[in-house]
Protein backbone atom coordinates (compact mmCIF):
# COMPACT_ATOMS: atom_id res chain seq x y z
CA UNK A 1 0.00 0.00 0.00
CA UNK A 2 1.71 2.99 -1.14
CA UNK A 3 2.09 6.15 1.71
CA UNK A 4 1.53 9.16 1.48
CA UNK A 5 5.45 10.82 1.09
CA UNK A 6 4.54 13.51 3.47
CA UNK A 7 3.03 11.11 6.58
CA UNK A 8 5.62 8.79 5.52
CA UNK A 9 8.16 11.87 6.14
CA UNK A 10 6.65 12.98 9.65
CA UNK A 11 6.21 8.66 10.31
CA UNK A 12 10.40 8.48 10.00
CA UNK A 13 10.63 12.17 12.03
CA UNK A 14 8.74 10.54 14.80
CA UNK A 15 10.89 7.55 14.62
CA UNK A 16 13.67 9.11 14.84
CA UNK A 17 12.67 10.82 18.25
CA UNK A 18 11.65 7.09 19.42
CA UNK A 19 14.76 6.44 18.99
CA UNK A 20 16.63 8.85 20.52
CA UNK A 21 14.35 8.60 23.68
CA UNK A 22 14.97 5.08 23.83
CA UNK A 23 18.85 5.67 24.05
CA UNK A 24 18.41 8.97 26.41
CA UNK A 25 16.12 6.53 29.00
CA UNK A 26 17.70 3.88 29.21
CA UNK A 27 21.35 5.45 29.94
CA UNK A 28 19.32 8.04 32.46
CA UNK A 29 18.14 4.51 33.84
CA UNK A 30 21.21 3.14 33.84
CA UNK A 31 23.05 6.11 35.61
CA UNK A 32 20.19 6.33 38.14
CA UNK A 33 20.56 2.66 38.98
CA UNK A 34 24.28 3.35 39.54
CA UNK A 35 23.22 6.16 41.99
CA UNK A 36 21.19 3.84 44.13
CA UNK A 37 17.68 5.38 42.74
CA UNK A 38 16.91 1.58 41.86
CA UNK A 39 12.80 2.27 41.69
CA UNK A 40 13.54 5.26 40.25
CA UNK A 41 15.93 3.37 37.63
CA UNK A 42 13.22 0.77 37.02
CA UNK A 43 10.32 3.76 36.27
CA UNK A 44 12.59 5.33 33.62
CA UNK A 45 13.66 2.13 32.27
CA UNK A 46 10.13 1.11 31.44
CA UNK A 47 9.70 4.87 29.85
CA UNK A 48 12.65 3.11 27.48
CA UNK A 49 10.81 0.18 26.51
CA UNK A 50 7.39 1.87 25.66
CA UNK A 51 9.37 4.41 23.48
CA UNK A 52 10.72 0.88 21.97
CA UNK A 53 7.04 0.03 21.45
CA UNK A 54 6.84 2.81 20.08
CA UNK A 55 9.33 2.92 17.49
CA UNK A 56 7.73 -0.60 16.57
CA UNK A 57 4.24 0.42 15.30
CA UNK A 58 5.67 3.41 13.89
CA UNK A 59 8.34 0.80 12.11
CA UNK A 60 5.50 -1.35 11.02
CA UNK A 61 3.11 1.59 10.04
CA UNK A 62 6.14 3.11 7.63
CA UNK A 63 6.44 -0.49 5.95
CA UNK A 64 2.93 -1.37 5.84
CA UNK A 65 3.22 2.52 3.76
CA UNK A 66 5.79 1.01 1.43
CA UNK A 67 8.12 3.38 2.83
CA UNK A 68 11.91 2.34 4.57
CA UNK A 69 12.24 2.94 8.15
CA UNK A 70 15.28 5.27 8.81
CA UNK A 71 17.06 3.69 11.94
CA UNK A 72 20.75 5.56 10.75
CA UNK A 73 19.62 8.87 12.05
CA UNK A 74 19.35 9.89 15.81
CA UNK A 75 19.05 13.64 17.61
CA UNK A 76 21.48 14.48 20.13
CA UNK A 77 21.14 12.93 23.48
CA UNK A 78 20.87 15.05 26.06
CA UNK A 79 22.30 12.70 29.25
CA UNK A 80 21.82 14.82 33.10
CA UNK A 81 24.31 14.53 35.25
CA UNK A 82 21.88 15.37 37.96
CA UNK A 83 18.35 14.22 38.20
CA UNK A 84 16.81 17.37 37.76
CA UNK A 85 19.08 17.32 34.79
CA UNK A 86 17.70 14.20 33.24
CA UNK A 87 14.46 14.75 34.02
CA UNK A 88 14.97 18.23 32.44
CA UNK A 89 16.52 17.20 29.29
CA UNK A 90 13.45 13.95 28.84
CA UNK A 91 11.29 16.50 29.98
CA UNK A 92 12.09 18.69 26.82
CA UNK A 93 11.83 15.31 24.25
CA UNK A 94 8.36 14.99 25.45
CA UNK A 95 7.26 18.34 24.77
CA UNK A 96 9.17 18.36 21.36
CA UNK A 97 7.35 15.13 20.42
CA UNK A 98 3.96 16.69 21.45
CA UNK A 99 4.70 19.72 19.31
CA UNK A 100 5.33 17.51 16.18
CA UNK A 101 2.56 15.28 16.93
CA UNK A 102 -0.38 17.74 16.76
CA UNK A 103 0.21 19.18 13.66
CA UNK A 104 0.79 15.71 12.57
CA UNK A 105 -2.24 13.78 13.38
CA UNK A 106 -4.01 17.06 11.54
CA UNK A 107 -2.00 16.65 8.38
CA UNK A 108 -2.34 12.86 8.54
CA UNK A 109 -6.46 13.55 8.87
CA UNK A 110 -6.19 15.83 6.13
CA UNK A 111 -4.39 13.59 3.38
CA UNK A 112 -7.66 10.71 4.44
CA UNK A 113 -5.29 8.60 6.65
CA UNK A 114 -6.88 8.16 9.50
CA UNK A 115 -4.70 4.73 10.36
CA UNK A 116 -1.24 6.62 10.67
CA UNK A 117 -3.46 9.02 12.64
CA UNK A 118 -4.77 7.10 14.99
CA UNK A 119 -0.95 5.52 15.84
CA UNK A 120 0.02 8.95 16.38
CA UNK A 121 -2.78 10.08 18.72
CA UNK A 122 -1.83 6.96 20.61
CA UNK A 123 1.50 7.88 21.37
CA UNK A 124 0.53 11.53 21.81
CA UNK A 125 -1.35 10.45 24.83
CA UNK A 126 1.80 8.19 25.92
CA UNK A 127 3.57 11.40 25.34
CA UNK A 128 1.35 13.72 27.84
CA UNK A 129 1.34 11.11 30.43
CA UNK A 130 4.74 11.00 30.38
CA UNK A 131 5.18 15.09 29.98
CA UNK A 132 2.72 14.69 33.60
CA UNK A 133 5.04 12.34 35.72
CA UNK A 134 8.15 14.55 34.84
CA UNK A 135 6.81 17.57 35.81
CA UNK A 136 5.54 16.18 38.60
CA UNK A 137 9.16 15.14 39.81
CA UNK A 138 10.18 18.55 39.08
CA UNK A 139 7.46 20.08 40.81
CA UNK A 140 8.10 17.69 44.07
CA UNK A 141 11.62 18.60 43.61
CA UNK A 142 11.34 21.86 43.84
CA UNK A 143 9.02 21.63 47.03
CA UNK A 144 11.07 19.09 48.92
CA UNK A 145 14.33 20.12 47.54
CA UNK A 146 16.54 18.37 45.86
CA UNK A 147 18.10 16.50 48.84
CA UNK A 148 15.28 15.27 50.16
CA UNK A 149 13.73 14.23 47.04
CA UNK A 150 16.78 12.10 46.47
CA UNK A 151 16.99 10.27 49.69
CA UNK A 152 12.97 9.92 49.16
CA UNK A 153 13.94 7.75 46.17
CA UNK A 154 17.30 6.05 47.41
CA UNK A 155 15.95 1.72 47.83
CA UNK A 156 16.70 0.52 51.06
CA UNK A 157 17.98 -2.41 51.80
CA UNK A 158 16.11 -5.92 53.34
CA UNK A 159 16.32 -5.79 56.46
Known sequence: MQGDPDVLKLL???LTSELTA????????KMQDNWGFTELASKTREESFDEMRHAEA???????????PNYQRL??????????????ADLAIEYEVVARL???????????????A????????DEESHID??????????????????AQCVSRPPS
Open 118 to 125: SLLEGICA
Open 22 to 29: INQYFLHS
Open 12 to 14: NEQ
Open 75 to 88: FSLRVGQTLREQFE
Open 102 to 116: KPGIIMCREKQDSTS
Open 133 to 150: YLETQLELMEKLGEQLYS
Open 58 to 68: ITDRILLLDGL
